[in-house]
């Protein structure tokens, strides 16, 4: 029987023993967990774990009155030291690096603890018998029993030696810490090779389980101090998927939200985690994302929507798309990937304002006045339409550059494009081409009569007097028209004969709009 109540009976010299090994499992499920159960943690909790079924099984063999029943405990001890030079060696290579050249060697290692295992429970070869101490009972020690202690001893030189090694080779301050502690901590539990003492006459209380608690204590500290933890999809996904600078959402196959990252929901003006679990089509105006499916194919990639926050106003996002996929390759989901392009696009939008638009006065330049212009040409020959033409040219605005000068002349071309466009409908066109000349495109036109009414109340609103810092000026204009596609059908055409038409009506005009500064 392995435990009989009757004949145990803890001691100031066995309960601590006992204590110890149960408070060092402990402390390795602890480590274990804080570290997400990472590699590292894993080759810990094997190493402190059979440290603690050291302690415990020699602990209890302490306390029993009967040499069978400390025998017993002694081989169950023992099991712990079978496993602890492999455990320690695979904890320490994954501390100080380098376990991943050595699977072999590792693998050879649990082979020898498997066989050492055997050996303790069906031979005396490791365990002959027991003899009786002040301190309760105590384990002889066969040849393989001693050799294997040996192998032990060997197993932590050479992990000694190889950490002083990286020690010296490491230039990082953060390393080299890690490492001294491991240093530290082997040095403290070679000290526990005092409880092979006993076994070669000499009567000292085997005190080991204290610094090889320490030992376990001190290598567990320095995995939480510097955070060994394994990077792998199962630790680090969560962290990865809240530190993308896109939004990422996906959805199983129903289109309930799953997974929404940190990013999503800034995207959005959502707290933390409100998607989650909710419809796609209808969580926060989502339903743009159904859309996408509907017009594109899953997979896509960079298609931009119009994204809806949840304080109603709209950003533009590009969306990728593709499939989720479980381990037999069938669709489980759908990944979105979005990255807000806002700013771009209202950068490109502005560039190409600037592009097609005159700096002073904001209007349409030459470039968007003649793409219009072509666009209306072709409306008017499809539809049998008649469109507008006038060529503005101001009268006398030199002679304002001169007296004024610039700063007056660019003011008064800012209050007559003004006042072009306050005089116009909104579907006609005011463009500036060019110094001081203007156009206009008026749209579905009927007549010549029509025309002349809107060219009575440009030269109205044009003739207005203007206030500078330096006076008042009144700016008159010489306009000429023509009528498309009744007088041609040709941008060129036409505007060669609203230049002449200007002239002439500048000819008429001459003296009567002269400007007059006061």
């Keep these: 029987m392995l435990f009989n109540p009757v004949v145990v009976s803890f001691d100031l010299y066995s309960a601590p023993v006992v204590i110890v090994g149960v408070l060092t499992a402990l402390f390795a499920l602890f ?30 063999s302490y306390a029993v009155t009967t040499p069978e029943q400390a025998l017993l ?14 455990a320690f ?5 994954s501390i100080l690096g380098g376990g991943d050249r050595r699977t072999r060697v590792r693998q050879a290692m649990f082979g020898i603890a498997l066989v050492h295992v055997v050996l303790v429970w069906t031979t005396d070869l490791i365990l002959v018998d027991n003899f009786r101490v002040r301190w309760g009972w105590f384990s002889e020690y066969g040849i393989v029993g001693i050799g294997f202690l040996l192998y032990f001893l060997g197993v932590l030189a050479f992990v000694l030696r190889l950490a002083i090694n990286r020690y010296r080779e490491s230039r990082q301050q953060l390393h080299r810490r890690r490492i001294t502690w491991q240093i ?44 060994m933890v394994d990077i792998t999809p199962a ?70 929507i119009a994204w809806t926050r949840n304080d109603e106003t709209d950003i533009v996002v590009s969306v990728s798309a593709s499939y989720l996929h479980d381990s037999r390759k069938q669709v489980v989901g759908i990944v ?56 503005i040219d101001l009268n006398g605005f030199k002679a ?26 909104e579907v006609d066109t005011v463009a500036r081409i060019g ?40 700016v008159g204009a010489s306009i000429g028209t023509a009528l498309f596609p009744a007088e041609g059908e040709d941008r060129d055409e036409l505007l060669s004969l609203t230049d002449r038409r200007m002239y002439r009506d500048k000819a008429r005009s001459s003296g009567s709009h002269e400007q007059k500064l006061r």
């Design 73 to 86: 405990w002694d081989r169950v001890g023992h099991i712990g030291v079978s496993f602890m030079p492999w």
């Design 31 to 60: 480590v274990a967990s804080r570290v997400h159960w990472s590699r590292t943690g894993a080759w810990y909790l094997a190493f402190a774990g059979s440290v603690g079924l050291y302690a415990i099984g020699v602990g209890i």
């Design 235 to 304: 630790v680090a996904g969560s962290t990865i998927i809240n530190t993308l600078s896109s939004a990422l959402i996906a959805v199983d196959a129903g289109g309930i939200i799953r997974i929404a990252n940190t990013r999503a929901h800034d995207m959005l003006g959502l707290p933390e985690n409100a998607l989650i679990n909710r419809s796609v089509a209808v969580a926060y105006k989502e339903a743009a994302l159904v859309s996408l499916i509907e017009e594109n194919p899953v997979p896509f990639r960079d298609v931009e």
């Design 336 to 391: 979105y990937i979005a990255h807000d392009v806002s700013r771009r696009k209202r950068a490109e939008r502005e560039l190409e304002r600037l592009a097609m638009h005159d700096d002073l006065t904001g209007l349409p330049n030459r470039k968007l006045f003649f793409d219009r212009f072509e666009v209306m040409l072709r409306g008017a020959r499809r539809d049998g339409t008649i469109g507008g033409l006038l060529y």
């Design 89 to 93: 060696f695979g904890t320490s290579l």
């Design 400 to 425: 304002i550059n001169d007296r004024c000068g610039h700063q007056a002349g660019d003011a008064v071309l800012r209050v007559t494009a003004q006042r072009l466009r306050s005089a116009m409908r």
């Design 184 to 227: 530290v901590a082997i040095v403290c539990g070679i000290a526990a090779g005092v409880d092979v003492l006993p076994a070669l006459g000499i009567a000292v209380y085997p005190f080991g389980y204290i610094p090889i608690a320490v030992f376990v204590v001190l290598t567990g500290v320095a995995i939480l101090r510097y955070r």
């Design 435 to 474: 110094g001081d000349e203007f156009v206009v495109l008026c749209r579905e036109v009927s007549t010549t009569a029509d025309l002349d009414v809107v060219i009575s109340k440009l030269r109205e609103t044009l003739d207005a007097e203007i206030q500078l810092e330096q006076g008042t000026v009144h």
